[in-house]
């Protein structure tokens, strides 16, 4: 029976950017619908190779997440707040746009 000894923390899923393949750390989530279409829209906050901390705005339809602009309606903006409140690291991230 093989044993490992590597102590090497669990990496989290991977996300392709421009910048090359980053590591997701955190996700809101906001589970939208337009008649029959269902979708989300999320905020990761990414991780790339060399630690720079990335912040990427998708929607998503099947689990997939999908470029193209992001758009939400105002009246949803309170449920990410509520998202944003289970994902800490990503709130405070996003809370330095309001800094100088």
Known sequence: MATSTDKTPA????????????????????AQRVGDRRFSVVVQLLEAPGGERLIRFAYTTHGSARRGPVTMRARDLERLRAALERVPVLREALGALGRP
């Open 11 to 30: 990496k989290g899923p991977l996300a392709a950017t421009p910048w090359g393949a980053a590591e997701l750390l955190e996700e809101a989530t906001v």
